[in-house]
């Protein structure tokens, strides 16, 4: 089994509860890609949040994360069934898979190890999509705040693997032919609680806490309102 860096588990209620939904124009997109739509593998699929978007455009999900606490807090439609698998190690048949999505996780993985995995369980002309997000946008007053917070306040609590994100993905390795893919974007209507339980779903954060011993939210909280 490949190693599995666990920077989630400890915080899984909370990311389950904050992180945001991915837009339905990607898993549309990505449904269009494939060929046929039997049977989907979401990969580190945390509390589900890509497992249920795609639920809508597949026969089936096989919904995995190497976290027990992710999973324990993972939901979703009737047709994906969650497990606990690593990466690298999915138990599903050969040549079973239509479509491989990576949410968000690409960055964590064993990319050698995995990429195995995919050679073994996808289809001939089968899809992987991977994809990530960075940061958020919400007015000049604010985003500068909260940039701060990333890079000044619990910039040192970042893992290493951060910066693929950043990167948007242009130095990881991917063997495999890219696909053009539209602009897309992701939008939602937070609280100013809902924003909070978000950066406290930052696994800098929980680092910085369990190595501070204080919460630097209150502080950005008061600073926003």
């Known amino acids: 089994m490949s190693q599995f860096k666990d920077h989630f588990s400890s915080q899984s209620k909370t990311y389950s509860q904050y992180r945001p ?23 580190a699929t945390g509390n589900g949040q890509a497992a249920r978007g795609l639920s809508m455009y597949f026969d089936r999900i096989y919904a995995s994360d190497a976290s027990d606490a992710q999973i324990s807090n993972a939901h979703g439609h009737t047709n994906i069934d969650f497990a606990v698998a690593d990466a690298a190690k999915s138990d599903l048949p050969d040549c079973s898979v239509d479509l491989i999505t990576v949410a968000q996780a690409l960055h964590w993985f064993d990319l050698d190890a995995f990429y195995e995995e995919v050679r073994r369980v996808l289809k001939p002309g089968g899809v992987l999509a991977v994809w990530s997000y960075q940061g958020m946008e919400i007015d000049p007053e604010i985003d500068p705040l909260i940039w701060h917070y990333y890079n000044h306040v619990v910039g040192d609590y970042w893992p290493p693997e951060r910066v693929h994100i950043e990167d948007r993905y242009s130095t990881l390795n991917f063997p495999f032919v890219k696909i053009k893919v539209p602009s897309l974007v992701m939008e939602v209507n937070w609280s100013l609680d809902h924003v909070i339980g978000y950066l406290e779903s930052w696994s800098s954060t929980t680092r910085y806490i369990e190595d501070r011993a204080e919460n630097p939210l209150i502080e950005l909280r008061e600073k926003i309102a």
Do not use: Q, R, S, V
């Not at 939904?21 to 269009?32: M, Q, T, V």
């Open 21 to 43: 939904e991915y837009p339905n124009d990607l898993y549309k997109f990505i449904a269009g890609e494939c060929t046929e739509h039997i049977l989907a593998w979401d990969c």
